[in-house]
């Protein structure tokens, strides 16, 4: 799977857009942007993914540039229970693979 | 609908002693994942459960770690003669896709934390 590169840490204030970046410069064409959270003491909770269009649900949106070469998780009003780790993963579009988390964003919610 | 369900949330055990670890997947899920997460650490793979076909154990960190699932559903991890290095959260996940589906979207149980004495 490509390698991802995300910032260490962002703060957002309640009641913004949170907007994360992630930068997946070697991704292939199969590959798709996933994004997993992790928030302190509890079990990872999938967020959302994309293979080439811009995807939205109730958590999240996931815009992916045209070159699919970097993408923007947005969280539209963040909430004081948004502050966790947030992972960006590139994984293959088919069969199984099991998840492999980097370093993540730690996002910091503040009132 | 219901997610991962995981039991116990915490288990304490000393030394030498075995556990096993029981994980309820998603209502239809026919594939099966165990991860560790060792304090400030990533996921760790153990093993993957798909249908009826034979479980990816190449993640197993040593032959006192097994797993089952009984018919295709619950998936019980056991360790044997528990060492302090196997204090971690215990992670299971299950998703729709297995094998030649498409993307696989794994769903998360709270986890178990073990510590061993």
């Known amino acids: 799977d490509a390698k991802t590169t995300q910032p260490t840490s962002m703060d957002c204030a309640e009641g913004r857009a949170a907007n994360l970046p992630c930068n997946h410069s070697?991704?292939?064409?199969?590959?798709?942007v996933y994004w997993y959270r992790q928030i302190h003491s509890q079990g990872p909770q999938y967020i959302i993914h994309?293979?080439?269009n811009n995807e939205t649900n109730e958590m999240a949106s996931l815009i992916i540039t045209e070159d699919r070469k970097s993408s923007t998780l947005i969280l539209p009003h963040a909430t004081l229970r948004d502050t966790a780790v947030y992972y960006c993963?590139?994984?293959?579009?088919?069969?199984?693979?099991?998840?492999?988390f980097g370093k993540g964003t730690m996002l910091l919610v503040s009132p | 609908g219901a997610g991962v369900s995981q039991s116990p949330s915490n288990k304490v055990t000393e030394k030498g002693k075995d556990v096993e670890l029981r994980c309820d997947p998603i209502?239809?899920?026919?594939?099966l994942y165990w991860y560790r997460q060792s304090l400030g650490q990533g996921l760790e793979f153990l093993i993957y459960?798909?249908?009826?076909?034979?479980?990816?154990k190449s993640g197993l960190p040593s032959d006192r770690f097994s797993a089952e699932r009984t018919g295709g559903s619950v998936s019980t991890l056991t360790i044997q003669r528990t060492q302090q290095e196997d204090s971690a959260v215990y992670l299971c996940?299950?998703?729709?896709?297995?094998?030649?589906?498409?993307?696989?979207?794994?769903?998360f149980g709270p986890g178990t934390r073990l510590t061993v004495l």
């Open positions: 459960f798909q249908g009826n076909s034979a479980p990816d």
């Open positions: 070697t991704i292939s064409g199969n590959e798709y």
């Open positions: 994309g293979l080439k």
């Open positions: 996940a299950s998703s729709l896709v297995g094998i030649g589906g498409g993307a696989d979207t794994q769903y």
């Open positions: 209502s239809g899920h026919t594939a």
């Open positions: 993963i590139v994984r293959v579009a088919s069969g199984y693979s099991t998840l492999t």
